[in-house]
């Protein structure tokens, strides 16, 4: 089972990655390609982030399952819109 402390430093990574990936969409959108680099990185890293949650999913609790479900979905959605973003 996975610890409340092991659950709590991936959302700390989760939300890092997030973050990053926001910034990186907003600036995507006002530069077009000016900063192709950091974009792909941060799309790289949401994706390691992805494959942690997913392995870390898998030694939860049902409650700490949810919360990591929760936040897969947000991943998941942000992941698409830099996707489809004319970058």
């Given at each position: 089972?996975?610890?409340?402390?092991?659950?709590?430093?991936?959302?700390?990574q989760?939300?890092?990655a997030i973050h990053n990936a926001e910034v990186q969409y907003s600036e995507a959108q006002k530069l077009e390609h000016n900063n192709d680099t950091e974009f792909t990185m941060?799309?790289?890293q949401m994706e390691a982030t992805y494959n942690d949650l997913m392995?870390?999913?898998f030694s939860?609790?049902?409650?700490q399952r949810e919360q990591l479900n929760r936040m897969r979905l947000q991943l998941q959605q942000l992941q698409n819109e830099m996707t489809l973003l004319r970058h």
């Open positions: 089972m996975a610890t409340r402390d092991s659950v709590e430093q991936f959302i700390q989760f939300e890092e941060a799309q790289k392995h870390l999913s939860c609790n049902a409650q």
